[in-house]
């Protein structure tokens, strides 16, 4: 069963799919829950439950960071507490529109652009690159490509911080969301980057659940 808070962006996503347009649900998608007709099932307040543990003692003062597919913002102010000068980023206008205004003067830049096709100034940019459950929320088809794009925006001597959902290796799934097998996470280690430390996580909500956190270093 679809838990409810799934049910729009399984109508969006099916829409555009049916469509040719992979990433084509998600403008729609934030457009309509802005009116109020729809709801965004990541819509939460606090960022990731993976992040904060990570984050314990992590000063980043002094270094840059890069939320991919930002959404409204959880993740990338909890990057720019951190002291990280945030830039955060999604492809959807509306995305960043309200995310500008949940999170009126805070220091985080917040961008409409596209993974697979980012800002040239990007590639090889970030100390920090922060790429949490938005690969998975691209259908297969896109994930070789869109694993490329995060692990390039990586500068040297910078880190990637990957958070995902877990798919058994070979089992079909039914998205959104594609989560990601292990196969898929060790991918990030290309173009130079090496993995420091690959883990399945309980979520601290709800410990039954366990999803990947990634670190990789180039
Ligand atoms: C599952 S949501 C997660 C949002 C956010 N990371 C969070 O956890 O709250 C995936 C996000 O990635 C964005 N997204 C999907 N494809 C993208 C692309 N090609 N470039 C930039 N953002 C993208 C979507 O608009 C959506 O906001």
Redesign the pocket.
């Known amino acids: 069963m679809v838990d409810p808070r799934d049910v729009d962006a399984s109508r969006f996503a099916g829409e555009a799919l049916a469509k040719g347009e992979p ?1 084509g649900w ?2 729609p998608l ?1 457009a309509a829950a802005s009116g109020g007709a729809a709801v965004v ?4 307040e606090a960022p ?1 439950g993976l992040l904060p543990e990570w984050g314990r003692g992590v000063d980043g003062s002094g270094r840059s960071a890069l ?6 913002g ?2 990338a102010e909890f990057t720019a507490s951190l002291g990280f000068r945030t830039t955060a ?4 206008e509306t ?1 960043i529109r309200d995310a500008r205004q949940r999170h009126a003067g805070s220091d985080v830049e917040y961008v409409t ?4 096709d980012p800002p040239t100034e990007w590639v090889g940019g970030f100390d920090l690159v922060l790429e ?3 690969v ?3 259908p297969l088809s896109l994930r070789a490509e ?1 694993t490329e794009r995060v692990a390039g925006l990586v500068a040297p001597g910078g880190q990637l911080l990957v958070i995902s959902g877990i798919r058994p290796e070979g089992a079909e799934v039914d998205g ?2 594609w989560p990601l097998t292990r196969g898929e996470i060790d991918a990030f280690a290309t173009g130079g980057l090496r993995p420091v430390r690959i883990e399945s996580l309980p979520l601290p909500a709800n410990p039954e659940m366990h999803s990947w956190r990634a670190t990789f270093t180039r």
């Open positions: 990433t998600f403008e934030y099932p990541w819509d939460l990731h939320v991919v597919g930002c959404g409204y959880r993740d980023f999604d492809i959807s995305a652009a596209d993974l697979l949490s459950i938005t998975q929320s691209m869109a959104p969301p």
